[in-house]
């Protein structure tokens, strides 16, 4: 390890910048959020720099560089074009003990100022010693990901409790412990969930000997349409942490193969005429598990409440008293038809959209006919595969063009995807001649034929479209 990881307290001490320039002022803005006492040291300043003067956030000295103008700085950072100048403040700094950096000269500096990523009071830093600063920004770019915003609000919490916490727990191992299980346990997902005055009231509890440090919730997740990079960084997270997962047909195999390895997994998907578990049993399954103190994934596709049924399910779970929380996920309309090259709405044909379910119920599609006819707008079905022949009879009963264009995307967003094109009257037979099966998405209207100038993903060579 050629260099140590410090965090400096910069807050209301001095710091120097030498330089005026775009470099000089990122480096500005960056003592500035550690609150540091600024002045820079250039003939001429950048027209950030020159705004931060005027709303007296800076100092500046328009003179050239003199040693003496670092005597009392914690900090000096040399960000100029000349070499002979940093050159110049990397010596005087360090003839003085003060930490020097230069910007791009590793050699020259006693410090380096890492690729930072910002949770305050949360921080992690990346640096490579300035061998190669553009990896260390990529590496923090993927850290980025795996530690939501909310880690911050976590650790601003557990701020609030550490005096409570110390008085209680005699031993650091005993603290060490209880704040493991408040992290990974409900008290810290209600904090990362924005639940924080409940947090509270169950941490006082907590040490007041009264609560219970850990009891069962359901997380109402939505999976997306099938890519798994389409999942929200909470959903992931909660499919991380889950102690069994109970899950739908339209969750893709990708999806779920993110779900954590050693949850239980219980399947209760449905298809036409045939559910594994009737919908009043799956909510009382949901009930029962949470009861039993578990971590319930429930894991559906698209988006939990777009023709998901999660409203019933989160009536049961408050009817019984069941902690829950719900994540939102992309629905099949929009990252289906986006992978299929078909906007919703263009300023040119559709100014408006409608999303249905074709579900046959009674041997009938029981849809809203006239609201569906009527022009610049588009429709999209939801679970329409089976009922397409009369819905594009019954479209063309009530007024819609014969040669009104029509799309049906099998497994959208993954390497399985398939899209059908055609028009009310040629669809139903192009579908039975390709043999699709469900999942399936239709998306009828005019922005259909934007699909041949916008399709941009390349699913792999089978999954070819036809029409």
């Known amino acids: 390890m050629e260099t140590l990881p410090i965090f400096m307290k910069l807050r209301n001490r001095p710091c120097l910048v030498v330089g005026g320039g775009d470099v000089a002022s990122r480096k500005v803005s960056l003592l500035e959020k550690a609150g540091a006492d600024i002045t820079v040291v250039a003939p001429e300043l950048h027209p950030t720099l020159m705004q931060w003067l005027a709303e007296g956030r800076i100092r500046h000295f328009a003179l050239v560089f003199e040693p003496s103008q670092m005597d009392g700085a914690a900090v000096v950072i040399a960000a100029t074009d000349d070499a002979e100048v940093n050159h110049a403040v990397s010596q005087a700094a360090q003839a003085r003990n003060i930490p020097v950096n ?39 770019t993927r850290i980025e990901t795996m530690i939501p915003a909310a880690y911050g609000r976590l650790a601003a919490f557990a701020a609030e409790f550490r005096e409570a916490v110390k008085r209680r727990f005699s031993t650091g191992q005993q603290r060490r412990i209880f704040w493991e299980d408040v992290f990974q346990g409900a008290i810290g997902e209600q904090v990362l969930s924005g639940q924080e005055s409940s947090a509270r009231h169950a941490m006082e509890q907590l040490l007041a000997g009264s609560g219970e440090l850990n009891h069962g919730e359901v997380y109402l997740v939505g999976g997306g349409p099938g890519d798994p990079d389409l999942l929200t960084f909470r959903a992931l997270r909660l499919m991380q942490q889950a102690d069994v997962c109970v899950y739908d047909k339209l969750v893709s195999k990708e999806v779920m193969e993110l779900v954590r390895r050693d949850a239980e997994l219980i399947y209760v998907g449905k298809s036409r005429d045939q559910h594994t578990l009737p919908q009043e049993d799956i909510n009382q399954l949901l009930v029962r598990l949470a009861q039993e103190g578990k971590r319930v994934l429930r894991l559906k596709g698209g988006d939990p409440f777009i023709f998901g049924r999660g409203g019933e399910e989160i009536e049961t779970l408050m009817e019984n008293g069941v902690p829950f929380q719900v994540v939102p996920g992309i629905t099949a309309a929009n990252g289906v038809s986006s992978y299929a090259g078909i906007p919703l709405t263009h300023r040119d044909y559709a100014q408006s959209c409608l999303f249905t379910t074709g579900h046959l119920k009674d041997g009938s599609v029981n849809l809203d006919w006239h609201a569906l006819v009527r022009p610049n707008q588009t429709v999209v079905i939801y679970m329409g595969l089976v009922g397409l022949p009369e819905i594009c009879r019954q479209m063309q009963a009530h007024g819609a063009s014969e040669s009104l264009p029509i799309a049906i995307i099998q497994q959208g967003t993954t390497q399985r995807q398939r899209v059908v094109e055609g028009t009310l009257a040629t669809l139903p037979g192009l579908v039975e001649h390709a043999g699709l099966r469900a999942p399936c998405l239709i998306i009828v209207g005019e922005v259909v034929r934007l699909r041949e100038k916008l399709a941009w993903f390349a699913p792999s060579p089978e999954a070819v479209s036809a029409g």
């Open 102 to 140: 230069v910007v791009d000269a590793p050699e020259l500096c006693t410090f380096i100022v890492p690729s930072i990523m910002d949770r305050s009071p949360l921080l992690v830093a990346v640096s490579s010693g300035g061998a190669a600063p553009v990896l260390a920004r990529m590496l923090r």
